[in-house]
């Protein structure tokens, strides 16, 4: 089995920051990219960050200077780093990791329960 557990998530004033944390563990052989998502109510869930084996990120525009994605690949451990927050910010976020559970194994998407981000006006 694969678990990714999520955490670091809260209610925080607008301007202020926190840092997501999402853990990966189980049956794991290798991890490709790792991402985060979110979905506000009503809404589609959305890319938020990812980063690859490599360490190249893709942030869209709506959080570029802002948010840090960074991962720890020796703990298969993956972070993000909210600053400047915005109420337009307040979502569940979702880790999510494509990886691979043996050699032989094809690798396929994984995801967290996710952690609600709450951002005061």
């Known amino acids: 089995q694969v678990q990714l557990v999520e955490s670091g998530g809260g209610l925080v004033q607008a301007g202020g920051s926190l840092r997501l944390s999402c853990a990966a563990s189980?049956?794991?052989?290798?991890?490709?990219?790792m991402g985060w998502y979110r979905q506000a109510p009503g809404k589609q869930r959305e890319l938020v960050a990812t980063i690859t084996s490599g360490g190249s990120t893709n942030v869209p525009d709506s959080v570029k200077g802002r948010f840090t994605i960074s991962r720890d690949t020796a703990k298969n451990t993956l972070y993000l780093q909210m600053n400047s927050l915005k109420p337009e910010d307040t979502a569940v976020y979702y880790c999510?990791?494509?990886?691979?559970?043996?050699?032989?194994?094809?690798?396929?998407?994984?995801w967290g329960q996710g952690t609600q981000v709450t951002v005061s006006s």
């Open positions: 189980g049956s794991i052989f290798s991890i490709n990219a």
């Open positions: 999510n990791a494509a990886l691979r559970k043996s050699l032989l194994s094809q690798s396929r998407d994984y």
